[in-house]
């Protein structure tokens, strides 16, 4: 069974406030969350790790990067 984190815990863990974490899950772009109960949000420790690793991804390479910065001027 995977773990399941608190809001408090997935903050610290990729060091974000908790209010910024709420902002995301708001907006759909944080790592996956879940209800438990009527009122307690949680996160599986698989998610978060996953989400984690899909933003290291998203940036590229240094090489990428530049060129993406040099296609613009």
């Known amino acids: 069974m995977d773990k ?7 903050s610290a863990m990729i060091r974000v ?7 995301w899950r708001h907006l759909g772009m944080g790592p996956k969350s879940f209800k438990m109960g009527p009122r307690r949000v949680v996160y599986r420790e698989h998610d978060v ?12 390479t240094p090489r990428d990067l530049l060129s993406r910065h040099q296609s613009r001027a």
Do not use: F, H, K, M
């Not at 399941?4 to 997935?10: I, M, P, R, Y």
């Not at 406030?17 to 902002?23: F, K, S, V």
């Not at 996953?50 to 590229?60: F, H, I, L, P, T």
């Open 17 to 23: 406030p908790e209010g910024t974490l709420r902002y």
């Open 49 to 60: 790790l996953e989400w984690v690793d899909a933003q290291y991804a998203r940036r590229g």
């Open 4 to 10: 399941v984190l608190t809001g408090a815990e997935v």
